[in-house]
């Protein structure tokens, strides 16, 4: 087996791991073996023999974390790609463009909850959304001028290389 990474700290592959070492050594495996076979240190292989004589299988199991509450419900979160789809005109913005920012302020008027620009990149990334940049092009981009000026204007103003410097 690979060795563990820190990075994926899920509680339940946490959970399994545990009760797996536990399983492992009522099968006769030795201590040792049960670490290799699991990455871990010997250390946590006799830490969790121990846990599991005292207390026995329900002392292993995954702990809910602590931290702050999610400000709103998963109700109100599900409301989100609705609010999303209405568009930022919707709520009194010039253009349909979302930004941290306008999107901050239009949760603040439906769930009267105010979220800061990175928690609400946070909320959108939980949600399974991702940052779009639109493409931009001047509105009153006149094709046919901008053609002109490439022929006729651009190259009467374009830097000209002196033969004496050859």
């Known amino acids: 087996m690979a060795r563990w990474s820190q990075k994926h700290r899920?509680?339940?592959?946490?959970?399994e791991r545990r009760l797996k070492a536990v399983d492992l050594l009522q099968l006769g495996v030795r201590p040792a073996e049960v670490a290799r076979r699991l990455a871990v240190s010997p250390q946590a292989v006799h830490q969790?023999?121990?846990i599991h004589a005292a207390k026995g299988s329900e002392a292993l199991r995954a702990v809910p974390r602590g931290g702050r509450f999610p400000y709103v419900e998963p109700e109100t979160m599900a409301t989100l790609p609705s609010i999303l789809a209405r568009g930022a005109q919707s709520f009194g913005y010039q253009t349909d463009i979302w930004t941290l920012r306008r999107l901050a302020a239009a949760l603040e008027k439906e769930w009267g909850v105010r979220y800061?620009?990175?928690g609400t990149w946070v909320l959108l990334k939980r949600s399974g959304y991702s940052?779009?940049?639109?493409?931009r092009q001047a509105r009153e981009k006149d094709m046919?001028?901008?053609?002109?000026?490439?022929?006729?204007?651009y190259p009467r103003l374009k830097?000209?290389?002196d033969d004496d410097e050859r």
């Open 10 to 15: 899920d509680t339940l592959v946490l959970e």
């Open 131 to 135: 940052w779009q940049r639109p493409s």
């Open 144 to 153: 046919v001028k901008v053609a002109r000026w490439k022929r006729y204007t």
């Open 116 to 118: 800061t620009k990175s």
């Open 48 to 50: 969790w023999k121990v």
């Open 159 to 161: 830097k000209k290389r």
